[in-house]
């Protein structure tokens, strides 16, 4: 297939992935119904700047923008396709964000770059999410994937930025946040610089502010997130969906024990790639360590909550596309599909067999990520923390 022109190999990719997203697309899951589609109709009765004079909603106000500023198509379009549309095309904006960080990443690969971004479309994670849930993980992950790129070009101001943006569409852009502090603190990043993912992150929330929701809320919005759902795992493919399934631990209080183990592994994670210079693939692969990491261990994950390591582990194998890049991908793949499928069936022994992949990649990915550096000083790893 490689050796197919390329409008022809991208045509083989793109016409699968439309046919798939036309199959899915008379179809919802929950979050559409239950959330999504009130959240739309409180928009319509309020009018797109009336509904934010008050809380509505547990998302961040971004999102409710684009939701906003499309139910001014409601007289010509259905509100279930403008939301599906909507995610539509913040996959779009992903496999345009793919294409540019392949290219930035590996400039011999430029062939692959929109490979990579038909790929981004195909995939069945990104399908799911976007037609079936209705969800808006895209436009989170590909303003990540903006900042991997400008993180890949020495651009710190702009990669904090794209950090800011994404932490203003969900909570889960923090999973991101290791590799960056890890970043800044290895390339001694002027602190002042570090303030522009606030700045960007509170921009996010100053339209919703001035049509008079309060700032209070705005600001603890991802608190009150954090107490919407309770369970170890919530079908993620993470060790603790295993431990869940156990019997004999089904009494034993665990939740303390995952988060001192994310918080650990998480500390560890900055103390050891805070030292040796990060740079072309090994950047790449840390950056893509990180969500394994935090997702793989913080209690409470949801199925989707791998999404941006699926896009990071696609765009790796595009990138430099060998036996482990390709394996690895496909792991995260198979590990992020089978929970979305569990989701979606109520069969948990589906997110259980997927946490298998997952664990797997994680190990396989860090094994050499973890070999010290020749000019490694272990003192320096202390101090930089």
């Known amino acids: 297939m490689h050796r197919l022109p390329l409008p022809a190999l991208l045509t083989v990719l793109l016409v699968p992935a439309i046919a798939v997203h036309g199959w899915l697309w008379p179809y919802s899951g929950t ?4 959330f999504l589609l009130p959240w739309f109709r409180h928009i319509q009765q309020a009018g797109p700047i009336g509904a934010f004079t008050a809380p509505f909603g547990n998302y961040a106000p971004p999102y409710l923008y684009l939701m906003a500023a499309s139910t001014l198509l409601t007289p010509w379009i259905d509100p279930l396709d403008l939301i599906k549309a909507l995610s539509v ?13 392949v290219r930035t990443l590996a400039p011999g690969a430029a062939r692959r770059a929109p490979i990579a971004a038909a790929l981004i479309v195909l995939l069945p994670s990104t399908a799911i999410n976007a037609v079936l849930m209705g969800q808006c993980d895209a436009m989170w992950a590909a303003a990540c994937v903006m900042a991997l790129a400008a993180a890949s070009r020495r651009r ?9 943006i994404a932490l203003g569409f969900k909570l889960q852009a923090a999973f991101f946040a290791p590799f960056v502090l890890a970043l800044l603190i290895q390339r001694r990043v002027p602190f002042v610089t570090w303030l522009a993912a606030p700045a960007a992150w509170l921009a996010t929330l100053l339209p919703a502010w001035l049509a008079g929701w309060p700032a209070a809320d705005l600001l603890t919005i991802y608190l009150h997130q954090a107490d919407t759902y309770d369970g170890l795992a919530l079908s993620a493919p993470n060790l603790w969906m295993v431990a869940d399934t156990l019997p004999a631990l089904h009494d034993v209080p665990l939740t303390g024990l995952a988060l001192a183990a994310a918080v650990g592994a998480t500390a560890a994670y900055v103390a050891w790639f805070s030292v040796a210079p990060l740079a072309g693939r090994r950047l790449a ?3 893509l360590l990180a969500p ?6 913080l209690p409470r994950m949801h199925e989707r909550y791998f999404f941006l390591a699926d896009v990071i582990a696609l765009a790796i194998a ?3 596309p060998d036996r482990r890049s390709i394996g690895l991908a496909l792991l995260v793949q198979a590990g992020s599909s089978l929970a979305l499928l569990a989701y979606l069936s109520g069969y948990a022994v589906l997110a259980v067999a997927g946490a298998l992949p997952m664990m797997l990649a994680t190990w396989r990915l860090a094994r050499p990520l973890l070999r010290r550096p020749a000019n490694d000083n272990p003192a320096l790893r202390l101090a930089a923390i």
């Not at 979050?31 to 239950?34: F, G, I, N, P």
């Not at 095309?89 to 960080?101: K, N, S």
């Not at 710190?156 to 794209?162: C, F, Q, Y």
């Open 31 to 34: 979050d559409v119904d239950t």
């Open 89 to 101: 095309t913040g996959t779009v904006a992903l496999a345009a964000a793919v294409w540019h960080l």
């Open 156 to 164: 710190h101001a702009a990669m904090l930025m794209w950090c800011g």
């Open 285 to 287: 692969e840390v950056a």
């Open 292 to 297: 394994l990491i935090v997702a793989g261990l």
């Open 318 to 320: 595009l990138a430099w």
